[in-house]
């Protein structure tokens, strides 16, 4: 079967090559051969441009995502000006107050700039559907995905409110991609686009500085006509959008996001008062109304803070180790292949040398008639063609007369790419290169061995690392359970004394026992009840705490 299939789909690829085959007994099919050849060129055309203008789905299909989040600018900032990510420069914070790598970054449009946008509204919008409808806005910015509104339900196509509030991230240049803002209904199968702005960033910053310059400390307001999606109809008075451009945000949500040491800080506004206040994860997990809980309301026990820390810096060290471990075998592989193939090139020119020695050619010999002479010689077992390796180290020790001395990978270059390098190019082969040679290649099999070893060590440490992590996760899951939960004060104080979270009906923890209040009393089941007995009868044993799945009844 696995054979006839075969057949079968070798049969078009016999096809294309059935002209090549008969051509030269028949000129005429030339015709058909160039014929399928410009077929195939036009198929691949159009494939191409399918892919590009349907890109989307493409990207979609290999990577579940309709766009790619990252684009030139990115690679330049990130290659260039990050070192790959090594340096970000954070550390001006401490020094200026501010990160100044970014800010020249921004300066020069290769890091974006955050904007905030507000007081969108829409107005006069091309909406055939009804008096009335469900509308939304979307705004695409750059290489980032697409943030979108609340649905304003039952909302009038002559204005639209939208409260929220965006930030765009976009950068002042003119290779970066252009901003888009669409006003789309809500369906019952799918969304419609009603209407769209598309303005380019650097359009953007424009107006933000112009109005800056003749309008100093007003709020930069403007009103965009936006262009309808169905072209194809006529509409009374074009569609409007209205934004508001600032770049003043809170002092407090700017250092979270800018300076390393708050980017572990949980920052919140207080509403009645307006003020952020800034929280370190243990204190915040420590307040009553920061209790974690599940879908049903009831109390989650969660790792104390302090453990979390630990484990998050074994994985940051186990890291670290790795990464120097890998970096020392790739650099230990590398250096002695590139070493192995240096010396390689060396004793292959000075071994065609030898050859030219015994075969009485003319010296000094070029680049192309040493070429020359390993072919002829690749097909021929004399003794010229065979040099000994003593016959070839004196060569390398004393070079034909008249010869200049070889240079690594010049012979390469030539047989390559039929190029005469410069020196630049080349490294010289030092009189020593030979006898390394002959050294290196009586241990290649240990060195062979050696590699494999420190692949197979490598990979031992990391099951070695992983396997330490998982003990370090069951001995906080360990801590965690009854009797030795690292809960914080709160948490106890919840579970021992009310052991209900004080919601009706609901057990202490996620999975508990459930309680009902019945004259303001707690019932527990039989079972249970029977085990707070025994454990008040025995006050030094471990403290009493109702089993997982353990059930209350009215």
Known sequence: MLKKMHNIFRLPFLALLLPHAVQAGNPALALVDHANQVLMLVIVVLLGILAFKYKDRVIFLFTGDDRLHGNTLDGIWWGCARCFGACDGTWSIHV??????????????????????????????????????????????????????????????????????????????????????VVKEENFFGSEEVAELVISASDVFNLIYDHEANHPGKPIIK????????RNNDYETPAWLILEFSQDFDSALRKVSEEPAHRATVTLMDRGTGIYRDYDPSELKEQPEFQLIDTQGRAVTEPAEHMLQEIRAMRSKFRFRRRIVAATIILIIVGYAGLRFYVWSCYRQFKVLEMGVLSDKKFPMTAAEMKELRQDCSTMTTPECEPSEDQVLQTCMAP???????????????????????AALTLPCFHGVCKLRSKLAEYDFQAVLIVVGLIFGAVLYNDIVKQQMRNKQHEMVTAMSPGHSPMNRM??????????????????YAGGPETSKTNQKVVYSPVLQQQMAAAQRNPGSTPFLPPAGGGAYN
């Open 96 to 181: 200026f107050g501010f990160n100044v790598k970014k800010k020249i970054g921004q300066s020069l449009g290769l890091v974006s700039i955050p904007l905030k946008i507000s007081n969108i509204r829409a107005g006069d919008l091309p909406f055939k559907g009804g008096a009335t409808g469900d509308f939304y806005l979307m705004c695409e910015c750059g290489s980032h995905p697409p943030m979108i509104t609340s649905v304003q339900e039952n909302a009038s196509p002559k204005v639209i409110t939208f409260p929220e509030e965006l930030v765009l991230r976009i950068r002042d240049s003119q290779m970066e991609d252009k901003v888009r803002f």
């Open 223 to 230: 009103r965009f006509k936006m262009e309808p999606s169905d």
């Open 400 to 422: 034909p007369v008249g010869q200049a001395r070889p240079r690594a990978f010049h012979q390469l270059w030539h047989d390559l790419l039929g190029l005469d390098v410069s």
């Open 491 to 508: 948490q106890q104080s919840m579970v021992v004394n009310s052991y209900g979270g004080g919601l009706d009906g609901y057990g202490g």
